[in-house]
Protein backbone atom coordinates (compact mmCIF):
# COMPACT_ATOMS: atom_id res chain seq x y z
CA UNK A 1 0.00 0.00 0.00
CA UNK A 2 1.46 3.31 -1.10
CA UNK A 3 1.73 6.43 -0.02
CA UNK A 4 -0.23 6.18 3.04
CA UNK A 5 0.95 7.57 6.56
CA UNK A 6 -1.28 7.59 9.37
CA UNK A 7 -2.21 9.87 12.47
CA UNK A 8 -3.46 7.55 14.41
CA UNK A 9 -6.11 9.18 17.67
CA UNK A 10 -7.04 7.81 21.00
CA UNK A 11 -5.73 4.03 19.87
CA UNK A 12 -2.23 3.47 21.13
CA UNK A 13 -2.77 -0.53 20.04
CA UNK A 14 -3.16 0.58 16.68
CA UNK A 15 0.24 2.34 16.27
CA UNK A 16 1.91 -0.92 16.70
CA UNK A 17 0.48 -2.95 14.84
CA UNK A 18 0.59 -0.44 11.94
CA UNK A 19 4.15 -0.53 12.07
CA UNK A 20 4.86 -3.89 11.86
CA UNK A 21 3.17 -3.95 8.83
CA UNK A 22 5.51 -1.93 7.34
CA UNK A 23 3.10 1.21 7.27
CA UNK A 24 3.81 4.72 8.90
CA UNK A 25 2.29 5.78 11.81
CA UNK A 26 2.20 8.48 14.11
CA UNK A 27 -0.14 9.68 17.45
CA UNK A 28 0.59 13.63 16.75
CA UNK A 29 -0.62 15.28 13.36
CA UNK A 30 1.65 16.42 10.73
CA UNK A 31 1.73 17.86 7.99
CA UNK A 32 2.45 14.68 5.92
CA UNK A 33 -0.07 12.83 6.95
CA UNK A 34 -2.14 11.26 4.20
CA UNK A 35 -5.14 8.92 6.58
CA UNK A 36 -6.65 9.78 10.10
CA UNK A 37 -7.42 7.04 11.62
CA UNK A 38 -10.29 7.96 14.63
CA UNK A 39 -12.04 5.80 17.94
CA UNK A 40 -14.56 3.27 16.59
CA UNK A 41 -16.87 4.30 17.41
CA UNK A 42 -16.13 8.13 17.38
CA UNK A 43 -17.90 9.08 20.97
CA UNK A 44 -15.11 12.11 22.27
CA UNK A 45 -15.02 14.96 19.59
CA UNK A 46 -14.36 17.88 21.86
CA UNK A 47 -10.53 17.96 20.40
CA UNK A 48 -11.35 16.87 16.96
CA UNK A 49 -11.33 20.60 15.50
CA UNK A 50 -7.89 21.20 16.62
CA UNK A 51 -6.65 17.95 15.23
CA UNK A 52 -8.10 18.39 11.72
CA UNK A 53 -6.99 21.79 11.83
CA UNK A 54 -3.25 20.60 12.18
CA UNK A 55 -3.54 18.24 9.15
CA UNK A 56 -3.68 18.29 5.57
CA UNK A 57 -6.75 19.49 4.22
CA UNK A 58 -6.89 16.71 1.58
CA UNK A 59 -6.65 13.68 4.45
CA UNK A 60 -8.85 10.46 4.44
CA UNK A 61 -10.33 9.83 7.40
CA UNK A 62 -11.08 6.60 9.13
CA UNK A 63 -13.14 5.38 12.03
CA UNK A 64 -16.50 4.80 13.20
CA UNK A 65 -19.34 6.87 13.15
CA UNK A 66 -18.39 9.99 11.25
CA UNK A 67 -21.25 11.98 11.48
CA UNK A 68 -19.56 15.21 12.95
CA UNK A 69 -20.34 18.25 11.31
CA UNK A 70 -17.09 19.14 11.01
CA UNK A 71 -16.07 16.19 8.62
CA UNK A 72 -19.26 16.32 6.22
CA UNK A 73 -16.34 17.47 3.19
CA UNK A 74 -13.92 15.14 3.91
CA UNK A 75 -13.39 11.50 1.76
CA UNK A 76 -14.22 9.14 4.52
CA UNK A 77 -14.65 5.48 5.12
CA UNK A 78 -17.19 4.65 8.12
CA UNK A 79 -16.55 0.87 9.38
CA UNK A 80 -20.10 1.48 11.04
CA UNK A 81 -20.91 0.77 7.79
CA UNK A 82 -18.92 -1.89 6.93
CA UNK A 83 -20.74 -5.52 7.12
CA UNK A 84 -17.73 -7.13 7.91
CA UNK A 85 -16.66 -5.03 10.65
CA UNK A 86 -19.69 -5.22 12.13
CA UNK A 87 -20.43 -8.68 12.48
CA UNK A 88 -16.19 -9.30 13.82
CA UNK A 89 -16.77 -6.56 16.50
CA UNK A 90 -20.29 -8.25 17.22
CA UNK A 91 -18.69 -11.25 17.90
CA UNK A 92 -15.91 -10.03 19.96
CA UNK A 93 -18.57 -7.76 22.07
CA UNK A 94 -20.21 -10.80 22.96
CA UNK A 95 -17.01 -12.48 24.52
CA UNK A 96 -16.00 -9.44 25.83
CA UNK A 97 -19.30 -9.24 27.88
CA UNK A 98 -19.57 -12.77 28.56
CA UNK A 99 -15.89 -12.21 30.63
CA UNK A 100 -17.39 -9.32 31.98
CA UNK A 101 -20.29 -11.43 33.70
CA UNK A 102 -18.63 -14.38 33.98
CA UNK A 103 -15.94 -11.82 37.12
CA UNK A 104 -19.33 -10.84 38.61
CA UNK A 105 -20.83 -14.81 38.30
CA UNK A 106 -20.19 -17.34 41.34
CA UNK A 107 -20.50 -20.47 39.38
CA UNK A 108 -20.04 -21.14 35.67
CA UNK A 109 -22.63 -20.79 32.52
CA UNK A 110 -23.27 -24.59 32.19
CA UNK A 111 -27.00 -24.85 32.80
CA UNK A 112 -27.39 -21.20 33.97
CA UNK A 113 -30.57 -19.38 32.49
CA UNK A 114 -29.14 -16.33 31.02
CA UNK A 115 -31.30 -14.52 28.98
CA UNK A 116 -30.47 -11.67 26.28
CA UNK A 117 -32.82 -8.53 24.72
CA UNK A 118 -32.53 -8.31 21.46
CA UNK A 119 -31.40 -10.43 18.08
CA UNK A 120 -29.69 -8.20 16.18
CA UNK A 121 -25.88 -8.41 15.77
CA UNK A 122 -24.48 -8.90 19.24
CA UNK A 123 -27.56 -10.66 19.81
CA UNK A 124 -26.90 -13.61 17.79
CA UNK A 125 -23.25 -14.14 18.92
CA UNK A 126 -24.15 -14.18 22.98
CA UNK A 127 -26.70 -16.81 22.18
CA UNK A 128 -24.31 -18.85 20.08
CA UNK A 129 -21.81 -18.66 22.35
CA UNK A 130 -23.98 -19.28 25.70
CA UNK A 131 -24.92 -22.50 24.30
CA UNK A 132 -21.75 -23.23 23.69
CA UNK A 133 -20.81 -22.83 27.23
CA UNK A 134 -24.36 -25.18 28.24
CA UNK A 135 -26.23 -22.17 29.21
CA UNK A 136 -30.04 -22.08 29.72
CA UNK A 137 -30.56 -19.13 26.38
CA UNK A 138 -33.70 -17.05 26.26
CA UNK A 139 -34.06 -14.17 24.20
CA UNK A 140 -36.68 -11.73 23.93
CA UNK A 141 -37.32 -10.17 20.28
CA UNK A 142 -39.80 -8.02 18.53
CA UNK A 143 -40.16 -9.56 15.26
CA UNK A 144 -42.28 -13.08 14.94
CA UNK A 145 -39.43 -14.19 12.70
CA UNK A 146 -36.81 -13.78 14.66
CA UNK A 147 -38.55 -15.40 17.43
CA UNK A 148 -39.31 -18.61 15.27
CA UNK A 149 -35.70 -18.77 14.76
CA UNK A 150 -34.38 -18.24 17.78
CA UNK A 151 -36.75 -20.96 19.16
CA UNK A 152 -35.33 -23.22 16.04
CA UNK A 153 -31.67 -22.81 17.55
CA UNK A 154 -32.74 -24.44 20.89
CA UNK A 155 -33.56 -20.73 22.82
CA UNK A 156 -36.42 -20.19 24.95
CA UNK A 157 -37.87 -17.23 22.70
CA UNK A 158 -39.87 -14.21 24.09
CA UNK A 159 -41.81 -10.86 23.09
CA UNK A 160 -40.70 -8.05 24.93
CA UNK A 161 -44.00 -7.96 26.36
CA UNK A 162 -43.47 -11.23 28.34
CA UNK A 163 -40.34 -10.05 29.85
CA UNK A 164 -41.70 -8.69 33.16
CA UNK A 165 -43.34 -12.55 33.83
CA UNK A 166 -39.74 -14.60 32.58
CA UNK A 167 -37.31 -13.13 34.65
CA UNK A 168 -37.60 -15.36 38.32
CA UNK A 169 -34.86 -17.38 37.25
CA UNK A 170 -32.47 -15.40 35.33
CA UNK A 171 -28.75 -15.26 36.47
CA UNK A 172 -27.68 -12.86 33.92
CA UNK A 173 -29.61 -10.44 31.84
CA UNK A 174 -28.03 -9.08 28.45
CA UNK A 175 -29.27 -5.83 26.97
CA UNK A 176 -28.74 -4.74 23.34
CA UNK A 177 -31.86 -3.26 22.40
CA UNK A 178 -30.81 1.23 22.52
CA UNK A 179 -34.40 1.53 23.63
CA UNK A 180 -35.57 1.18 26.75
CA UNK A 181 -37.08 -2.24 27.71
CA UNK A 182 -37.01 -3.33 31.28
CA UNK A 183 -36.98 -1.70 34.60
CA UNK A 184 -33.77 -2.82 37.44
CA UNK A 185 -36.80 -3.21 39.61
CA UNK A 186 -38.37 -6.21 38.43
CA UNK A 187 -34.84 -8.48 37.94
CA UNK A 188 -34.69 -10.99 40.60
CA UNK A 189 -32.07 -9.06 43.06
CA UNK A 190 -28.76 -11.74 42.28
CA UNK A 191 -29.59 -11.03 38.59
CA UNK A 192 -26.39 -9.72 36.53
CA UNK A 193 -27.61 -6.90 34.29
CA UNK A 194 -25.44 -5.56 31.75
CA UNK A 195 -26.25 -3.36 29.54
CA UNK A 196 -24.66 -3.06 26.04
CA UNK A 197 -26.50 -0.76 23.81
CA UNK A 198 -25.66 2.75 22.55
CA UNK A 199 -28.68 4.01 24.44
CA UNK A 200 -29.62 2.35 27.66
CA UNK A 201 -32.22 -0.53 27.60
CA UNK A 202 -32.46 -1.67 31.43
CA UNK A 203 -33.45 1.49 33.56
CA UNK A 204 -32.91 1.58 37.16
CA UNK A 205 -29.66 1.50 39.80
CA UNK A 206 -27.21 -1.53 39.62
CA UNK A 207 -27.28 -1.99 35.97
CA UNK A 208 -23.63 -2.42 34.60
CA UNK A 209 -23.73 0.04 31.00
CA UNK A 210 -20.95 -1.35 28.76
CA UNK A 211 -20.81 0.53 25.75
CA UNK A 212 -17.24 -0.02 24.16
CA UNK A 213 -16.75 -3.36 25.48
CA UNK A 214 -14.24 -5.03 23.31
CA UNK A 215 -11.37 -2.03 23.36
CA UNK A 216 -11.33 -2.11 27.20
CA UNK A 217 -11.58 -5.83 27.53
CA UNK A 218 -9.95 -7.09 24.81
CA UNK A 219 -7.98 -3.78 23.36
CA UNK A 220 -5.73 -6.17 21.55
CA UNK A 221 -7.88 -7.89 19.24
CA UNK A 222 -10.40 -4.53 18.58
CA UNK A 223 -7.13 -3.30 17.55
CA UNK A 224 -6.34 -5.75 15.09
CA UNK A 225 -9.74 -5.50 13.54
CA UNK A 226 -9.48 -1.68 13.59
CA UNK A 227 -6.10 -2.26 11.36
CA UNK A 228 -7.47 -5.04 9.14
CA UNK A 229 -10.58 -2.96 8.50
CA UNK A 230 -8.49 0.23 7.76
CA UNK A 231 -6.37 -2.12 5.32
CA UNK A 232 -8.96 -3.82 3.64
CA UNK A 233 -11.17 -0.43 2.72
CA UNK A 234 -7.82 1.02 1.44
CA UNK A 235 -7.12 -1.95 -0.34
CA UNK A 236 -10.16 -1.87 -1.95
CA UNK A 237 -10.06 1.91 -2.32
CA UNK A 238 -6.86 1.29 -4.81
CA UNK A 239 -8.31 -1.27 -6.77
CA UNK A 240 -10.88 1.09 -8.05
Not at 26 to 33: G, M, S
Amino acid sequence: MNDVFFCVSGMPQVLPLLRSRGIPAVEEPRADVTHLLLPVPLFDTEHLESLLHALPRNVTVLGGKLSHPLLETYKKFDFLQDEYYLAQNAALTAEAALRLAGNQLPVRFLELRVLIIGWGRIGKCLAQQLQQLGAQVCVAARKERDRAMIASLGCDALTLEQLPRSLDRCRVIFNTVPAPVLQAEVCPPDCIRIDLASVRGIEGENVIHARGLPGKLLPEAQAELIVETALRLLGKEDTQ
